[in-house]
């Protein structure tokens, strides 16, 4: 958790900037494959995903809501809704790389895990889609994609 009584004030704006950059994403379900990974909102060409990122637990009290970017406000309270009676919760939930669907499509990959940055401008709604093969190992973690059905991307 975040600060002292002395820089509380301090502490909340740093976990409102922090959790205003870093929620990006949620998982929705995926025509492609079971669950995705899906924009917000608009992410720019270039834009960190925090993909990997372990949680990290918040001490923001609701009050401070109101500062939070109207979609990183409506995901973090759908997720833990008692927020709103001076709870603390964690952001992420989930290993987000873990869910992110291998492309169907040279065209759709639109996320470099290795860098874990963005590859084009991805629209609010958008699945983001990432190309295993480009990881180191893949051919061990997913033997599937050496399949004829799955050689679309080499």
């Known amino acids: 958790m975040y600060g002292t009584k002395n820089n509380m004030e301090q502490s909340y704006e740093t976990q409102i900037d922090e959790l205003n950059e870093r929620v990006k994403v949620r998982v929705a379900p995926s025509k492609i494959h079971g669950v995705g990974i899906f924009a917000l909102r608009f992410?720019?060409?270039?834009q960190k995903l925090y993909a990997d990122n372990m949680p990290v637990v918040y001490d923001l009290p609701y009050s401070f809501f109101g500062k939070l970017f109207p979609e990183v406000r409506q995901l973090l309270l759908e997720r833990w809704p008692s927020i709103v009676n001076g709870n603390v919760f964690a952001y992420p939930t989930?290993?987000?790389?873990?869910?992110?669907?291998?492309?169907?499509?040279?065209?759709?990959?639109?996320?470099?895990?290795?860098?874990?940055?963005?590859?084009?401008d991805i629209p609010a709604?958008?699945?983001i889609f990432e190309n295993y093969?480009?990881?180191?190992g893949w051919e061990i973690a997913h033997i599937w994609l050496d399949k004829?059905?799955?050689?679309?991307?080499?």
């Open 43 to 46: 992410i720019g060409k270039g």
């Open 94 to 120: 989930e290993r987000v790389q873990a869910l992110m669907n291998h492309a169907p499509t040279k065209e759709q990959i639109n996320y470099d895990a290795i860098n874990d940055v963005t590859i084009k």
């Open 125 to 127: 709604g958008t699945e």
């Open 133 to 136: 093969k480009l990881i180191p």
């Open 148 to 154: 004829p059905s799955h050689d679309i991307i080499k």
